[in-house]
């Protein structure tokens, strides 16, 4: 069994994500806003499993409250994402992703367990591109997303989160691994099918934008909950970027 920190655990995606590995038979920690919502309803009988902590890493007064939280575990998987309200999206805290990674980071930089792998893995955009990678988006979708960037303060947040683990986190904190997972638009549902996951978005969608790429939600869910408890597949992909699109819809690798 492994100990793993789920945020924005109450999200769409995270209570799925939190799901996928009580039933694996691990145990997690949820960090929810209130406990007044329809995770332990959506857990049913792997709720046993699931330790729901009321707060949230930005709220924690102490960095060593944040430690205490994550010294122990195999994971952290942020799956945090703006309210869609005027609130939400403009009002604080405007870098509520990239601000969570952080202190998350340093949390598992401090924290003592030796010889313990430190893992974040993110819930990220396929709007937001690897910079060190050759990502060739249409050029109108590049100017789409410029401006998107300085009029959505999310997706911003998205990017500036993705840019502190693929340039900054390794000089701060060399022991920690990642990977930040960019889907597509996502859709609910809950039946399995297969996925395509690859080291960039494929250019037969068109771009994030206005293209075509799709992911469940189911399938995130089910990609982040298994690169935290598949040795091999976090070999794979840890330090990238993959993108992931459902079935059908597999990027070019
Ligand atoms: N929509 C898309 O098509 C799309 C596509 C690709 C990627 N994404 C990205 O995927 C991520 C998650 O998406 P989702 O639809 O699963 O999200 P969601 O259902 O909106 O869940 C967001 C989670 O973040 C929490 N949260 C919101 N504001 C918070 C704050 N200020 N402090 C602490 N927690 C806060 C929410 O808590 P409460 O339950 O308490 O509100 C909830 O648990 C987002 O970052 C989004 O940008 C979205």
Redesign the pocket.
Known sequence: MRKFVV????????RLVTRELARGKHRVTAV???RE?CLTECLKEDVVLVDQVEG????MESEGEVEGLVKDCDAVLI??????TMA?VFGA?RR??RD?VKRVAKALGSSGARGKKKKIIL?????VRNKLLVENYPWHERMLLGLLYFALP??A??VEASEYLTMEVAKEHPEIEWVCV?????LDGEEHSNYGVSPSPAEKHGGPVLGSAK?S?YQVAHFMASLATNDKLWDEWKGKTPAIYNEGEETEG
């Open positions: 945020l924005g655990a109450t999200g769409k995606t995270g929810v806003r209130s919502n949230t890493v930005l709220g799956c945090l994402g703006h309210t869609l939400g805290p509520l992703v969570t819930m990220n955009s396929n709007g999310p997706h947040d998205n960019r889907p597509g638009d996502l992911t939600r």
